[in-house]
């Protein structure tokens, strides 16, 4: 007997109402822990921050540790997720900028793709939202 070929259903299968939270977990895993790195080196994090030259360290660092460790945490339990990964997506792209843009320098360039992919990323989030698995699917 043949199988039917793939096809979009109506209704999703348990593994596909999973992925996006799936999705939102492997995305927010390098935020959540950036900024557990940034709150354990606070004086490093800000020295790094001073370096690149941006004025006013101390209040970039708390930006930093809001927008990781409280954006990781929404994005993970799919809360205001479009809203989350639009700014999660805004700072990814803000941060390869000031601190990856030496593009020469192969380091670097890894570095500032990887951000301009996480972006990208979460764009895609912010396209189709949080999914069935979320605090957003309860609202």
Same mark, same amino acid.
């Given at each position: 007997?043949?199988?039917? $070929?793939?096809?979009?259903?109506?209704?999703p299968?348990?593994?596909q109402?999973?992925?996006?939270?799936?999705?939102?977990?492997g995305?927010?895993?390098? /935020? @959540?822990?950036? &900024?557990?790195?940034?709150?354990?080196?606070?004086g490093?994090?800000i020295?790094?921050?001073?370096?690149s030259g941006? $004025?006013? $360290?101390?209040? &970039? =660092?708390?930006?930093? @540790?809001?927008v990781?460790?409280g954006?990781?945490?929404?994005?993970? %339990?799919?809360?205001?997720?479009?809203?989350?990964?639009g700014i999660l997506?805004? /700072?990814?792209?803000?941060?390869a900028l000031? =601190?990856?843009?030496?593009?020469?320098?192969?380091n670097? /360039?890894?570095? =500032? =793709?990887?951000?301009i992919a996480?972006?990208?990323?979460? %764009?895609?989030?912010?396209? /189709?939202?949080? &999914?069935?698995?979320?605090?957003?699917?309860?609202?």
């Open positions: 007997m043949a199988t039917a $070929p793939y096809s979009h259903t109506a209704t299968t348990n593994v109402s999973a992925l996006p939270l799936v999705g939102r977990i995305i927010a895993a390098i /935020f @959540l822990l950036s &900024g557990l790195s940034k709150l354990a080196a606070p490093a994090t020295g790094y921050i001073a370096s941006l $004025p006013l $360290p101390q209040l &970039g =660092f708390a930006i930093a @540790l809001l990781e460790l954006g990781s945490i929404a994005l993970i %339990l799919g809360y205001r997720t479009r809203i989350v990964a997506a805004a /700072f990814s792209v803000a941060t000031a =601190f990856h843009s030496a593009l020469g320098d192969q670097q /360039f890894i570095h =500032f =793709f990887k951000n996480m972006a990208g990323g979460l %764009l895609q989030v912010v396209a /189709f939202g949080a &999914g069935g698995w979320s605090l957003d699917a309860r609202r």
